[in-house]
């Protein structure tokens, strides 16, 4: 069953949600209105087969769902005059494609970079509806919990100029009436006690993409970023991979004092993998932490779309 769920912000994100931040909040919905064990039988069960997969927020323009630029091989036949660099360093600042653009990606109509350029630039500039900027607080004394004597500091936050969607694809539909509540209930990411993260959420049927999770070949591009694997044949795929360091959710339940989770290196979303054999789901979930009364997970499954053709 494909899912989508569209999120109207109605404050700023600490920084801009990921599957992973989407995972948390749907862990700590299930764990506040349906008790510990619930979550920790929901935690059990991905460490064998996920029960659902989720994609990375997907902003809207003008009503079309985007989706990051796919990584593909270039195309390009070298810089040779002044209008193909500018034509190259344009491309590189695409951050969006439109779906009918990704569905003709999907359907092996577009191949390579040069390809996606010359589509792009055909259609209506989309704008980055992801905007970064910086809001001044006042800092507490935190021996008066005043801000006398206190100082003033800039925290960079997010804004969403437009709402988003997320695509949840369960493999087991017994989870979907308790994923909904979760994510009506929490708000997603850091900085909860401040206001942030709230949204308001609604919740479609929408089959645009189930072929293309459904009908599975040896190449996909993910929606959300991915730990890699040993199933992944990463010399013939294309690529990005960033590394993430985050500390533990203490907003409903503070834990007995400030922790990190490991660090972990992710293979971006919009990344092009080709992968040695056909499976269900790729990624996995990995122990963050281990602390006296519990273990914490961080999340990392791929959300596939498969290419037909390969």
Same mark, same amino acid.
């Given at each position: 069953?494909?899912?989508?769920?569209?999120?109207?912000? @109605?404050?700023p994100?600490?920084?801009?949600?990921?599957?992973?931040?989407?995972?948390?909040?749907?862990?700590?919905?299930?764990?506040?209105?349906?008790?510990?064990? #619930?979550?920790?039988? @929901?935690?059990?069960?991905?460490?064998?087969?996920?029960?659902f997969?989720?994609?990375?927020? @997907?902003?809207?323009?003008?009503?079309? %769902?985007?989706?990051?630029?796919?990584?593909?091989?270039?195309?390009?036949?070298?810089?040779?005059n002044?209008?193909e660099?500018?034509?190259?360093?344009? $491309?590189?600042?695409?951050?969006?494609?439109?779906? /009918?653009?990704?569905?003709? %990606?999907? +359907?092996?109509?577009?191949?390579?970079?040069?390809?996606?350029?010359?589509?792009?630039k055909?259609?209506?500039?989309?704008?980055?509806?992801?905007?970064?900027?910086?809001v001044?607080h006042?800092?507490?004394?935190?021996?008066?919990w005043?801000t006398t004597?206190?100082?003033?500091y800039?925290? #960079?936050?997010?804004?969403?100029?437009t709402?988003?969607?997320?695509?949840i694809? $369960?493999? /087991?539909?017994?989870?979907?009436?308790?994923?909904?509540?979760?994510?009506?209930?929490?708000?997603?990411?850091?900085?909860?006690?401040?206001g942030?993260?709230y949204?308001?959420?609604?919740?479609?049927?929408?089959?645009?993409?189930? #072929?293309?999770?459904?009908?599975?070949?040896?190449? $996909?591009i993910?929606?959300?970023?991915?730990?890699?694997?040993?199933?992944?044949?990463?010399?013939?795929?294309?690529? /990005?991979?960033?590394?993430?360091?985050?500390?533990?959710e203490?907003?409903?339940?503070?834990? @007995?004092?400030?922790?990190?989770? +490991?660090?972990?290196?992710? %293979?971006?979303?919009?990344?092009? %993998?080709?992968?040695?054999?056909?499976? /269900?789901?790729?990624?996995?979930?990995?122990?963050?932490?281990?602390?006296?009364?519990?273990?914490?997970?961080?999340?990392?499954?791929?959300?596939?779309?498969?290419?037909?053709?390969?």
């Open positions: 069953m494909l899912l989508r769920v569209d999120f109207k912000p @109605l404050s994100f600490k920084t801009f949600p990921e599957s992973f931040t989407l995972f948390g909040s749907i862990c700590w919905g299930v764990r506040v209105l349906y008790g510990k064990n #619930e979550v920790e039988s @929901l935690l059990e069960a991905f460490l064998e087969k996920p029960p997969i989720l994609s990375s927020p @997907l902003p809207r323009f003008r009503e079309d %769902i985007l989706f990051p630029k796919p990584a593909l091989q270039g195309g390009w036949k070298g810089v040779r002044t209008e660099y500018k034509e190259k360093k344009a $491309f590189k600042k695409v951050q969006y494609i439109s779906t /009918d653009t990704l569905l003709k %990606i999907l +359907k092996g109509e577009i191949k390579t970079e040069k390809e996606l350029w010359e589509e792009v055909s259609k209506p500039k989309i704008e980055n509806p992801v905007k970064r900027v910086n001044i006042a800092r507490i004394n935190r021996i008066s005043t004597g206190g100082t003033m800039n925290e #960079e936050t997010t804004f969403m100029a709402p988003f969607s997320v695509y694809y $369960f493999y /087991d539909v017994s989870y979907v009436e308790k994923i909904q509540a979760a994510l009506r209930f929490t708000q997603l990411g850091g900085n909860k006690s401040t942030m993260g949204c308001e959420v609604s919740f479609n049927q929408d089959t645009l993409l189930k #072929e293309f999770i459904e009908h599975k070949t040896g190449r $996909f993910t929606l959300s970023p991915v730990f890699p694997s040993e199933h992944f044949e990463l010399e013939e795929s294309y690529y /990005d991979v960033f590394p993430l360091l985050s500390a533990v203490g907003y409903y339940e503070m834990p @007995l004092g400030n922790f990190l989770k +490991k660090k972990f290196l992710y %293979i971006s979303k919009g990344s092009f %993998i080709k992968t040695k054999e056909l499976k /269900d789901f790729h990624g996995s979930l990995k122990e963050a932490l281990r602390l006296p009364d519990k273990v914490v997970y961080q999340y990392g499954f791929a959300f596939p779309l498969y290419v037909r053709g390969g």
